[in-house]
C-alpha cells in the first residue's frame, strides 16, 4: 500500500511501520493490507505490534474497523492464555442495545462502574447479580435447562430458588416413605 506522504518501501514488514503508516494502512487499507497486519498480530498478540493497533483504534477510531481489530486481538489474547475460545460479551450487548453506559446500569444496580465492568468480563456470576443486571437494562432474565432435546425453563423467584413452570409431578401418597 502506498502511503500518502510516507516514505516506505513497497513490502515493508508492517513490523516495521511507523505510527502514521500503520494508522493510515487501518483507515484505508483494503483485506489485502490487512491480511498481512493480521497474520502478524496473530503471530504475536500480546506484542509490540498489536498494542500499537490497540492504541491506534482508540486514538482515532475509524468505523466498523475499530471495534472489529480491538475484538479479535483480545479475543487472539484470550485464547492464547486459556487454550479456548473467550465467549462473546453478552452482557455488555445487552446494555449498549438499552443505549446504557456502563456507569448509568452501575447506578441503576447500586454498584460501582468497575463492578458493572468485572462482571461483563467474568464467564461465572450469581443469579442474583444478572438478574439485577438485566433488570437494570430493562431486560428479563430467563433460565432454562435442556436434556435430549427437551427444554424446561425455569422461573427465577426473589430469591433465587429455582422451579420449574408449570405444573409439577406429585409423588402419590402410597410411594412416599415415612
Do not use: C, F, N
Not at 58 to 71: F, K, N, Q, V
Not at 75 to 85: N, P, Q, S, V
Not at 144 to 172: I, M
Amino acid at each position: 500500500m502506498k502511503h500518502r506522504h510516507l516514505d516506505y518501501e513497497p513490502g515493508t514488514p508492517v513490523e516495521r511501520l511507523g505510527m502514521a503508516a500503520l494508522d493510515d494502512l487501518l483507515d484505508r487499507g483494503d483485506l489485502r493490507d490487512w491480511a498481512q497486519l493480521a497474520h502478524a498480530v496473530a503471530a504475536d498478540p500480546h506484542g509490540a505490534l498489536a498494542d500499537r493497533v490497540l492504541r491506534l483504534v482508540d486514538a482515532h477510531p475509524m468505523y466498523g474497523t475499530s471495534p472489529l481489530w480491538r475484538t479479535w486481538i483480545e479475543w487472539l489474547r484470550d485464547h492464547r492464555a486459556t487454550g479456548r475460545a473467550r465467549p462473546a460479551a453478552p452482557l455488555a450487548d445487552l446494555r449498549r442495545r438499552a443505549g446504557l453506559t456502563q456507569r448509568q446500569v452501575a447506578e441503576r444496580m447500586g454498584v460501582g462502574q468497575s463492578d458493572v465492568s468485572r462482571l461483563e468480563r467474568r464467564s461465572d456470576a450469581k443469579l442474583s447479580t444478572l438478574r439485577d443486571y438485566a433488570t437494570a437494562t430493562g431486560a428479563t432474565l430467563r433460565l432454562a435447562a435442556e436434556r435430549d432435546g427437551h427444554e424446561v425453563e425455569l422461573l427465577l423467584e426473589e430469591r433465587d430458588r429455582l422451579r420449574p413452570q408449570g405444573p409439577q409431578r406429585r409423588q402419590s401418597s402410597r410411594s412416599r416413605r415415612p
